[in-house]
């Protein structure tokens, strides 16, 4: 059994939700659902410090931001990447209430239906479906 978590916007909080109906919550995403939240996570907890979270910003339907965050041992000493289409623009953002994302890191809907497939298969891999670049490279 999965034991994936999912914060969907404001419509879930930390549920255990399948595969398929979290792909589903995305192909079915519209402006409307966008209206008080756009954010939200898939969480895999290792330990009481130890997690691997997807978290996701979306501007729109086919606007998606990614960030992959390998909590092992815990926060502190972990790491942290953002989605990339694969150039060096390091320009952030405001994608909403203050959550400033690299402008380069939103992908189309597709490559991000692929990713979070991607990461329910293989939480502890970070998916090479896509182009990472390490948080620390930006400001």
Do not use: C
Request: proline residues 3%; aromatic residues 12%; without cysteine.
């Amino acid at each position: 059994m999965n034991s994936i978590r999912t914060t969907f916007l404001d419509k879930i909080d930390n549920e255990i939700i399948e595969k398929e109906k979290v792909l589903d919550l995305f192909i079915n995403l519209n402006n409307v659902d966008l209206t008080y939240s756009n954010t939200g996570y898939f969480q895999l907890r290792i330990s009481d410090e130890s997690n691997i979270i997807l978290h996701f910003s979306i501007l729109n339907k086919e606007s998606i931001s990614f960030r992959y965050d390998n909590n092992i041992p815990n926060s502190r000493d972990g790491d942290s990447w953002y989605t990339s289409k694969g150039n060096e623009d390091f320009k952030m953002i405001d994608a909403g209430d203050e959550n400033y994302v690299p402008e380069n890191s939103f992908l189309p809907l597709y490559l991000s239906l692929e990713l979070i497939t991607a990461f329910f298969n293989h939480p502890l891999e970070k998916s090479n479906v896509v182009n990472w670049n390490n948080v620390n490279n930006f400001d």
